[in-house]
């Protein structure tokens, strides 16, 4: 697996609609051993590999939760809105950093500090409403020199490698699914499949789905791997009756219920004895919160499955994943890949 590749994929800002630099370094990666790439109008990244006329998605998308700037007041201020779900409280005291008409432009959350709050204003949570975003200038035009109402940003953090083959950063969710798919694409270059297999980086996740839907509608495929994170609940405090088994370290996840195809999950499950891959498996009783929601009903139907990459603080600039999970879920697609013929059915019967 290349850690290089990962790194710079993780590192570059990519928030919901403003996809292009770890869109760009995708394709740059996949052009090395992919038979043909192309993007789409929306810019949604796909590589495939040709084979035969049974053709199969594997998908992680690319976006990144962040921030969009609302307004900007006489003094240089910037009012901003999140862009995909965010906790407010996680923007306290960050750096922000904007992809600004002439570069990116660093800023700073303010809000008031606690000295300045009445004791009951102590105790609140605090809301975007409250905050804003500090570049140090003086005054509006100064700000528009470097920045606009609808410039996107994402929170200035940087990654770090922990022990125990673990890394945190933010953009995992869900950078490190457009990864693991490419990742999956490279084992299947060195050892082709008998199908067609295409591997896809959508955008716009986050917000609405929309590179989800046109990419699987694009390449028509019969089965769609999704690759996203999901929740860990190997942490103080989780509720592994609600949430489910998932641990760093543990392999991925499988998903059975919704929109999960019964067929897909038991080929995975099959693979996955056979190449003594460790997972665990999690219950979707109604929708996935991933790309398989739309393209699971693109054209005439989808059989998809969801491979998910257990993730520790979701939604926040210090995410936590163990590479091992990472490394056997790009195994795990890759045999799933090489199962698929020319006769299999992926109607359940």
């Known amino acids: 697996m290349s850690l290089d590749f990962l790194k710079r994929l993780l590192s570059a800002p990519g928030p919901s609609s403003n996809e292009v630099r ?17 993007t789409d109008i ?3 990244s796909t590589a495939v590999l040709k084979g035969g006329e049974t053709r199969l998605l594997i998908s992680g998308h690319i976006d990144e939760i962040g921030v969009i700037i609302t307004y900007i007041d006489d003094d240089g201020f910037l009012y901003f809105a999140g862009v995909g779900g965010w906790d407010p409280q996680v923007f306290i005291g960050q750096r922000i950093r904007l992809l600004g008409h002439n570069g990116d432009v660093i800023g700073v959350i303010g809000k008031k500090a606690i000295h300045l709050m009445k004791p009951e204003e102590r105790t609140k949570a605090s809301t975007i409403e409250d905050m804003w975003i500090d570049i140090g200038v003086k005054n509006r035009a100064a700000a528009l020199e470097q920045v606009r109402v609808g410039t996107t940003g994402v929170i200035d953090a940087d990654l770090h490698e922990f022990p125990n083959g673990r890394i945190v950063s933010r953009s995992i969710d869900n950078r490190i ?6 990742e999956a694409l490279r084992l299947l270059a060195a050892d082709r499949p008998a199908a067609t297999v ?3 980086a959508p955008v716009q996740e986050e917000i609405n789905h ?4 046109t990419t699987a509608f694009q390449f028509a495929p019969q089965a769609a791997i999704i690759v996203d994170v999901t929740h860990a609940t190997d942490f103080p405090n989780s509720d592994k009756k609600l949430r489910g088994e998932a641990k760093l370290g543990g392999g991925p996840a ?14 995975l499950v099959e693979a996955a004895a056979r190449e003594k891959i460790p997972y665990t ?7 996935s919160a991933t790309d398989a929601d739309v393209m699971h009903y693109s054209r005439m139907g989808v059989a998809c499955a969801v491979v998910s990459i257990p993730n520790r603080y979701m ?12 490394q056997h879920a790009a195994r795990l697609i890759a045999a799933f890949a090489r199962m698929v013929t020319p006769e299999t059915d992926f109607i359940p019967r």
């Open 22 to 38: 770890p869109a760009r370094i995708w394709r740059e990666e996949a052009a090395t051993f992919a038979d043909e790439v192309y």
């Open 254 to 267: 499988l998903a059975r219920g919704s929109v999960n195809s019964p067929v897909v999950v038991d080929m």
């Open 210 to 213: 929309a590179g989800g839907y």
């Open 198 to 200: 295409a591997a896809s």
């Open 281 to 287: 498996m999690k219950a979707h009783p109604d929708r």
């Open 42 to 44: 929306r810019g949604s």
């Open 177 to 182: 699914g457009a990864y693991t798919v490419l």
């Open 315 to 326: 939604h926040s600039p210090n995410e936590m994943i163990q590479m091992d999970d990472v």
